[in-house]
């Protein structure tokens, strides 16, 4: 809670004397310069009441590599006519969504019979259920009446949804095979999506948005080449090592004394923040392919990155009509398979 300067009477303001502010430590010195420049700096310094990000704000290059992959998106989106279903019903369907392509072109891209006649009456009103990111491909929900879209919504917003994703990501191989990691998720005003310390959940950002929880568990297919791609499972996240984001780096979860490798891993987000895997890996030392935003390389062995290497792969959730247990899984993308090939 931002606290009200207390008002003195004129007299009592030129007899008050004046404290200068504590400095910050150099490392938050540096994330609140980073996070908004020096007005952010000062603002921080006389405050004290807003927490840093424990990640870095967008580089600068990304701007460029992004607006080119917008345009790209956007025509694409305008041409795209025939979404592939992977599962339809009278109250919804799956479809996989391909990479640089907006959740939004799906609706009018749906080939079925239902979408594209009927009585005014009875013709479905179209909602999407989730939604993915322009160059995250995969699974995304379309519901067909407004009662269903509800349920569905509801179940994405309070986590009944069980997800895995696939991402290829380029840095330093971690030294584990599984593992949880917690943090603080939020962004200021105009600002960036950033990684913040647990124990900063809860409290209040510039522009007055709140700082809230996040938690990822993670995988390792295969480093290099090396490894077995398996099929999702049920996680016991209690046996599993767990990370919780403090006021430090990950550096001790990976292996820096090695250069740059091909990592292949499966995400099972325990929540649904904006961005949270991206995030994620990014903390942990090895962004995704292509994820300029979050430090992913732009070209990796002299080829140029579409996009980032993230697949949404699979989704579990009760059917909001019948309430039986459904599961859905999505063809693997082509980097996927070429990874797995050279295992």
Known sequence: ???????????????????????LPTARRLAAAAGGGEEALKMSEETREYPCPVSPPYPAASKDVELRRAMTASARSGAYSSAAVVFEDEWLAVVDKPSGVYCDALLSALPCSAAA??????????????????????????????????????????????????????????????????????????????????????????GGSVVRDMSTTFEVLGINGKGRFREPSTLDTDEIESVTVQEKSAALTSNDDVENSMILVRAYPQSGRT????????????????????????EWKGVDCDGHALHAESLSFEHPVTGLPVTFRSPLPSWVNEFISTM
Request: charge should be positive; charged fraction near 25%.
């Open 117 to 206: 006649s009927g009585e005014a009456a009875t013709k479905p009103n179209l909602h999407l259920a989730n939604r993915l990111d322009r160059d995250t491909s995969g699974l995304m929900v379309i519901t067909k009446r407004n009662k269903v879209a509800g349920k569905l919504v509801k179940a994405f917003t309070e986590h009944k949804v069980k997800k895995t994703y696939i991402a290829l990501c380029i840095g330093n191989p971690p030294t584990w095979e599984k593992i949880k990691i917690c943090s603080g998720h939020g962004r200021s005003k105009h600002g960036a999506w950033r990684v913040y310390a647990m124990s900063d959940v809860g409290r209040t950002l510039p």
């Open 275 to 298: 961005h949270q895997i991206r995030l994620h890996c990014q903390y942990l030392g090895f962004p995704i392919k292509g994820d300029v935003k979050y430090g992913g390389v732009i």
């Open 1 to 23: 809670m931002t606290r009200l300067p207390l008002v003195l009477p004129i007299s009592a303001r030129a007899a008050a004397p004046r404290t200068a502010p504590r400095p």
